[in-house]
DNA sequence: TTGAAAGCGCTAACAG
DNA sequence: CTGTTAGCGCTTTCAA
């Protein structure tokens, strides 16, 4: 049972695929009434579905939008990628082509090729190493390229979209939150190689503890894992950060994560180290992933709203292709702390 | 800067087109070594890149693989979506293109037809509905697909292939490893709704009870969300049920979940009423997630080959579309129990 | 060993 | 209002 096809339509109605292909494309004003009816009897008849194929060879476009993830291991990246195929459905009715890249260069390279070589003009890119150069050149060649979680300084004349949250203010949270509870002497756990959201991040919470009126002092604390994309390789850095944690003299009483995943690892490492959260020590994380809230102590943390930027980057994404002129922008969506168990006052000063 | 064709490559090169194809597809019998070096070298100078629509409008072949998961939200699905694309890619050089189904019948279909329209001829598809009709029609359509975590009858006469992990054993092996601790009183924790897998779960767990010499005894208890395809909603449905299980009297000694995000939310309820765990009772996962390790305490629980069921699948979905004539078949993998530190000796008995 | 030409299914001028 | 026709970029006979 193979596809009818635009030709058998045609036949069954007894008029020209022109005709057909104007029903299908409800272009009323181009048929009669009573022609336009019986040609769509004819495609139910048929159960007649155009070939996108055919179609886009001749327009040039296909509905599908290409989505670059480090790892859909990583439950962040899962939900974002959930976030992105529903407004992308909802939005334009586009499809999703999904590509892990597990942070590696050439494996990025090498989908952009093939996106391109689909026909495929639009590309939303997650966590993407530091440099853009690749990204900026996908762009040249006509696609549409929005990259997510990376901001860029304003006035560059970059061709692509910048999506993300305010990375700096997300920092700046964390660090106001243990603060208030009277925390004052601080880390920030994040895993070796600073990528731009990271280190915003770092400033905000740096920031926040610079403003403070002064006795609260902070470290930052890189994890020796250069790469990590997945999911478990970063929760196992953040417990075996733990030990780092507890051997440090004075011990800090207070630790915010640069993501939930690395936050998920330290309270295991803490735990198994004997020590109490948020008790002994308090710990924030950041992203808000659902199972933030399932965890022992349930974990404060630093929640992004997801959906707004998953709608925000289809349209700019998609929209781009039909209005070439758009001038490419930066987009950034404001964090919001959700408070839960893992924070209390210190025990120590 | 638009894309070369492959009659820019063969003006270039000063040949026809038929040669440049033959240079892409590497018919070296069909041209002279030096004709070959020529296109080759025009090729490479202009960045040339086959355009595969108009290639699949000829040859009705696109190298992409459709992947229908219920929601990448669930870090199961997360995974076993990495997982596949990373052997589409490895074993054929597919790219994937992925829907979240929600477990909606209605949005399952609209992939399917979306994907026969994209001339995509490969489908997976992972925890569908009881009702495997609209696949059935799907392959008469001519898409092969695969169907995941399904067992079905031998010799249905099913036109589908049917991989899955052995169910029954995993409710088995759950089952064997608390009895062999000492527990007599297990429940088995599902939500609402019985899918082919589930049940196979439960028949496994309550067959190993059943084989014991005799005093065991066991439970089975349905949640009261009809249908959970994210996580959070699975794992709030663990919390929820804690409570069930802190009221039954007797209180069991262990309960094993379906899966880990079930038991991830039990976890924390059970945390939540000050029971603990493996003290006050013992609790097994299954699915073996790699958050599964990060949990208080480390989750015991079964895990499943995804790697190998991955490479099956992609083998069998693809693999179908260049002969057809393949018989459909069930290919079921065995499980491993995963010890970790959720299931002791019943204090009480 | 190479090239010419006929489509794959569809859209969009352009004619009638 | 409806039909004819020329491609979109590629593969593939079939001739030369």
């Known amino acids: 049972m193979s596809m009818a096809t635009i030709h058998d339509v045609a036949a069954l109605a007894g008029v020209s695929v022109s005709s057909v292909s104007n029903v299908m494309n409800k272009r009323t004003s181009k048929l009669s009434a009573e022609t336009f009816a019986r040609v769509e009897q004819a495609i139910n008849q048929l159960g007649y579905r155009p070939n996108r194929i055919a179609r886009q060879l001749k327009t040039g476009h296909t509905p599908m939008l290409g989505l670059l993830v480090p790892s859909t291991a990583n439950p962040m990246y899962g939900q974002i990628a959930l976030e992105i195929e ?3 459905q909802k939005l334009f009715g586009y499809r999703l082509l999904l590509g892990n890249t597990h942070r590696n260069p050439s494996e990025e390279a090498g989908m952009f090729q093939d996106l391109l070589a689909f026909g495929i003009r639009s590309v939303i890119v997650v966590s993407s190493m530091a440099d853009e150069a690749h990204m900026e050149e996908a762009a ?3 696609l549409s390229v929005v990259s997510f979680d990376r901001t860029t300084p304003a006035e560059s004349g970059s061709l692509i979209d910048h999506i993300a949250p305010d990375n700096f203010r997300a920092g700046y949270l964390a660090a106001d939150h243990l603060l208030s509870y009277g925390h004052s002497h ?15 991040k770092i ?21 020796s894992v250069a790469e990590s994309f997945g999911d478990s390789e970063l929760a196992e850095l953040g417990a075996a950060m733990a030990s780092q944690i507890a051997q440090m003299q004075p011990m800090p009483t207070a630790v915010v994560t640069v993501n939930d995943m690395l936050a998920i690892g330290l309270l295991s490492g803490l735990h198994r180290l004997g020590l109490r959260v948020p008790e002994d020590v308090s710990v924030v994380g950041m992203d808000d992933l659902s199972i933030a809230a399932f965890t022992k102590p349930g974990l404060t943390t630093v929640a992004m709203p997801l959906a707004a930027m998953a709608d925000a980057m289809v349209q700019r994404a998609i929209g781009r292709v039909s209005q070439p002129d758009m001038v490419p922008g930066s987009f950034i969506f404001q964090p919001a702390l959700v408070e839960r168990h893992s924070v209390a006052a210190p025990a120590r000063k």
Request: overall charge positive.
């Open 86 to 88: 529903k407004s992308a």
């Open 140 to 142: 040249l060649n006509g």
């Open 186 to 200: 601080l880390v920030f756990l994040v895993p070796r190689g600073r990528t731009v959201s990271r280190a915003d």
């Open 203 to 223: 400033n905000g919470f740096l920031r926040r503890i610079h403003d403070s009126s002064g006795c609260a002092t902070a470290e930052v604390i890189e994890g």
